[in-house]
T-cell receptor, first 116, second 113 residues
């Protein structure tokens, strides 16, 4: 049972344009979401997060949107740069009693390629 | 502030052998989690340790085990290695306070031949 899904294995975008990466989840208990960026043979790097009490969170060129009713979140990168080319994962932590436990459920990832 | 450190970075082992991987979390982080990344299965949770206790475990066979020391450093062990254990093993640490993010190490690339 894949509780976090990224249905697009890859995305190709022109430099300067917007990249939109999507993520769906099935577990309504998830109330916090994270996006990670990963280069080959390296560990994921934390990008941005969002709590379910918000529907939007911005950090520079990165904005994450959360639609709880649709159980959907998206990461927008504007403007996209060639250095953004990497694999992007959305993830949700297991939580109990308000504490964030260290078990993250990851989507399968989306390979973003930004062309110069 | 030093990041999460994993050693070794690369490892080649033979089927049937065992291996131990090490992880030093960010100073002050008490939660350490381990993940396996393979091309077919993506990032899969192995287990999580907090204050020297295993708090959560993923769906992996008993050949995969771990432990955490009083200084929060963690080790994971895989016994009786199989070819399918070849993967990138990632360690993550977090403050475990509210909505804390997990920070990952560079990983250990294990190849079983």
């Amino acid at each position: 049972d894949q509780q976090v899904k990224q249905n697009s294995p890859s995305l190709s975008v022109q430099e300067g344009r917007i990249s939109i990466l999507n993520c769906d989840y099935t577990n309504s208990m998830f109330d916090y979401f994270l996006w990670y960026k990963k280069y080959p043979a390296e560990g994921p790097t934390f990008l941005i997060s969002i709590s379910s009490i918000k529907d939007k969170n911005e950090d520079g060129r990165f904005t994450v949107f959360l639609n709880k009713s649709a159980k959907h979140l998206s990461l927008h990168i504007v403007p996209s740069q060639p250095g953004d080319s990497a694999v992007y994962f959305c993830a949700a932590p297991s939580r109990a009693g308000g504490t964030s436990y260290g078990k993250l459920t990851f989507g399968q990832g989306t390979i973003l390629t930004v062309h110069p | 502030k030093a990041g999460v450190t994993q050693t070794p970075r690369y490892l080649i082992k033979t089927r049937g052998q065992q291996v131990t991987l090490s992880c030093s979390p960010i100073s002050g982080h008490r939660s350490v989690s381990w993940y396996q990344q393979t091309p077919g299965q993506g990032l899969q949770f192995l287990f999580e340790y907090f204050s020297e206790t295993q708090r959560n475990k993923g769906n992996f066979p008993g050949r995969f085990s771990g432990r955490q020391f009083s200084n929060s450093r963690s080790e994971m062990n895989v016994s009786t290695l199989e070819l399918g254990d070849s993967a990138l093993y990632l360690c993550a640490s977090s403050l475990d306070r509210g909505s804390s993010e997990a920070f990952f190490g560079q990983g250990t690339r294990l190849t079983v031949v």
